[in-house]
């Protein structure tokens, strides 16, 4: 996380082109297998998700029958295959706190190149939790037609 803007910001490049990776984030059934691979036990249920400007964003991830994590948000700029920008709120946030995330895509000579921008207060496991999840997505995309 950078102390000076509050923002964690990473790059990586993923192994497929922005359609593909933009199709990750918009399409539910994508979402849910990388969001929370089932090699951790984990399954997300994908509660809403209109890629649209003022659609939205709600997901729950269970461990068994007990709900362990809730993401939810609004979609503020929705540019197919260049940018995803949304609101995030999620459990544990300080009561109230809204932050954003955007997601800009780019090709890449390896496929796409991704900046994921998590700002305005991110929650502190943000960073850790992202590097994670755009693990998930590279492996995704590597084991997709």
Not at 40 to 45: A, D, N, P
Request: negative net charge.
């Amino acid at each position: 996380m950078n102390a000076e803007t509050d923002a964690v910001c990473l790059e990586r490049v993923l192994p497929a082109s922005p359609g593909r990776v933009f199709d990750a984030w918009t399409r539910p059934d994508w979402l849910a297998l990388w969001w929370t691979p089932p090699s951790t036990g984990l399954l997300t249920e994908v509660e809403a998700l209109d890629p649209v400007v003022g659609g939205a964003l709600r997901l729950s991830v269970h461990a068994g029958t007990q709900v362990v994590a809730r993401v939810w948000g609004v979609f503020e700029q929705v540019e197919r295959p260049r940018v995803l920008a949304f609101t995030w709120n999620s459990d544990g946030d300080c009561e109230g706190a809204t932050s954003r995330v955007t997601v800009s895509l780019r090709p890449h000579p390896r496929g796409c190149a991704l900046t994921l921008v998590h700002s305005q207060g991110p929650p502190a496991q943000a960073e850790p939790s992202w590097r994670a999840m755009l693990a998930n997505l590279s492996d995704h995309l590597q084991g997709s037609p």
